[in-house]
């Protein structure tokens, strides 16, 4: 700021530079106690919000608070969890997963209980970096309940390293590692907390219940007992991460290394083409030591000066849309979502359709313009299954359709996405059916889709035929529950629990979960979809 000092007849202006105090990295994780940790974690961490928003777990939580469940022998043994396949903006999947909650509830116990130990680790570690090298990892929000989300943007609280660390730099390197999450091997959690070595020392069975083996065995048994890989999804796997991360952080940072890391994906300014191999190099290194790789597709070293934004943020900026105060009218929206769909193409980024769609004053559009949008979004979710879980909030919440063309649409979803075993995109055709009140199947389709074996698409398939009365196809669903609870109930746990009764389940722990009324459904979404369907209804009398 400018401080004002007078000297006889002038004024003379002296800057005073009032910097602000960026929070660091181990204060943002002292700010959560032990028990918030246990309580977030398991109410707001179980399900992946890459996935239709139908699911919540605070019942779950306090069902587990309010009766201090025990474990008996069974539930500490590996147990397979619920697949579930997104797609990404490059229009490629990936696996996502939902592990057994009793399992989940002991890894979240064991966090808890040792918390101070994990704060311990991480102050260790990041108390004498002058800059956050990690942006992406667990903290309070204010937004959000939760304490994981995939992007902040808070300069107060994380700072903006990256121009400093481009001062004096001539290179920039761009680089990740190779399936980061599925190539964790559990043991190193333990190697980084207290070193590889002393690890080892304590792999006898008589050291089992050392806190840093304990969260290797329940880490384990998430995902079948197996050593390798966390379970992309539950928030655990965020922080245990981290826990290894930081630790090849601090060793990059202490060799001098100007760099930040985003999850896996790591960005380095060197002064020369040199450095920059030997940051590769120093970076493979550590990553090994851990039982990880760099992928090598995705290593880019760039001279710079380069631009700091990408071209298509510049372009899709710079468009004349943004330019004035006037109505946006079906010819500029038009001209404006062709720029973002050609660039999407060309970067092959479908997220770029996503943020050109953010960036319309929505309030300006006209309802040409509006209904325009729509259909381009109907057209282009057929296409794109990324953009279907942004549909609602982007597109849907304009109400600029009819019942009949949100049918005509939503089955059009159901049956391509259906011709290739994409059961993400049928999820969200059945998710939004539900919400806005609207039957899109019939006996014949809904039956075909019964032998679809995906847990979320089969539980979000009963609420659906609840919904509509499909009382043959809820029974030959309960059928199938059946013979899934007799065969492979861990990878179906949600939809088994949902659609039978306490009488019904075999598992005594399942059993009084029922009993007690707890249900992983969110109460919310049916609530809300009552009065959102009777809205949109009456609108459309109107």
């Known amino acids: 700021m400018l401080e004002q000092t007078g000297v006889r007849r002038f004024t003379v202006y002296k800057y005073v530079k009032r910097e602000v105090k960026m929070i660091k990295y181990h204060e943002l994780l002292e700010n959560i106690s032990d028990q918030e940790l246990l309580e977030k974690l398991i109410s707001h961490g179980l399900f992946n919000d890459k996935m239709p928003p139908f699911l919540q777990s605070k019942d779950f939580f306090k069902y587990y608070s309010d009766k201090n469940i025990t474990f008996n022998k069974s539930m500490q043994k590996p147990k397979k969890y619920i697949l579930y396949e997104n797609y990404r903006n490059i229009n490629i999947p990936r696996q996502l997963a939902i592990p057994n909650p009793f399992s989940y509830i002991l890894q979240c116990e064991s966090l808890s209980r040792n918390w101070s130990k994990y704060l311990n680790h991480f102050k260790k570690l990041s108390e004498n970096h002058n800059y956050k090298i990690s942006r992406i990892h667990i903290r309070k929000q204010s937004k959000t309940p939760a304490l994981f ?3 902040y943007s ?3 609280i994380d700072g903006n390293p990256d121009i400093d660390l481009l001062i004096g730099a001539k290179y920039k390197i761009s680089a990740d590692i190779s399936n980061c999450f599925p190539s964790i091997y559990t043991h190193s959690i333990a190697w980084s907390l207290i070193t590889k070595q002393e690890a080892k020392n304590y792999r006898s069975n008589k050291y089992r219940n050392c806190w840093f083996n304990e969260i290797d065995l ?4 998430l995902k079948e007992g197996e050593t390798h890989g966390l379970l992309i999804g539950p928030h655990t796997s965020n922080l245990l991460a981290e826990v290894i991360l930081c630790t090849i952080d601090d060793k990059l940072y202490s060799e001098g290394w100007k760099f930040i890391r985003n999850i896996d994906d790591y960005t380095c300014y060197t002064t020369s083409i040199d450095n920059s191999n030997n940051f590769l190099y120093s970076l493979q290194s550590h990553l090994r030591n851990y039982g990880l790789n ?19 943020i510049r372009l899709i900026s710079s468009f004349s849309i943004h330019q004035d105060n006037k109505l946006i009218d079906y010819k500029l929206c038009k001209s404006y979502l062709n720029l973002a769909i050609n660039l999407a193409e060309k970067e092959n980024n479908i997220a770029i359709i996503n943020y050109a769609t953010k960036m319309l004053d929505k309030s300006r559009l006209t309802n040409s313009a509006k209904k325009y949008l729509t259909k381009i979004w109907f057209h282009l979710s057929i296409i794109y299954p990324y953009l279907l879980p942004i549909l609602d909030k982007q597109i849907l919440s304009l109400k600029q359709f009819s019942a009949n063309e949100l049918i ?3 089955s059009e979803i159901c049956h391509s996405n259906y011709k290739i075993n994409n059961y993400e995109g049928i999820s969200y055709a059945l998710f939004f059916a539900i919400k806005y009140n609207v039957d899109i199947l019939n006996s014949e ?6 032998k679809c074996n995906d847990c979320i698409l089969l539980t979000l398939l009963f609420l659906y035929g609840e919904s509509f009365k499909y009382i043959k196809g809820v029974k030959e669903l309960k059928k199938i529950a059946k013979i899934f609870q007799q065969e492979s109930f861990d990878s179906y746990w949600l939809f088994i629990y949902e659609i039978l009764s306490k009488d019904e389940l075999s598992i005594a ?16 979404f049916n609530l809300y979809s009552v009065f959102n369907a009777y809205d949109f209804l009456h609108s459309q009398a109107l």
């Open 149 to 151: 989300e995939m992007n």
């Open 154 to 156: 808070n300069f107060n």
């Open 218 to 221: 329940f880490t384990r048994n």
């Open 294 to 312: 760099l992928n090598h597709k995705k290593t880019k070293v760039n001279k710079l000066p380069e631009e700091t934004e990408d071209t298509w």
């Open 408 to 410: 005509y649409f939503l």
């Open 445 to 450: 389709i809904f039956n075909e889709l019964t």
């Open 509 to 524: 722990e399942w059993k009084n979960l029922k009993k007690n009324g707890v249900s992983f459904i969110d109460y919310e």
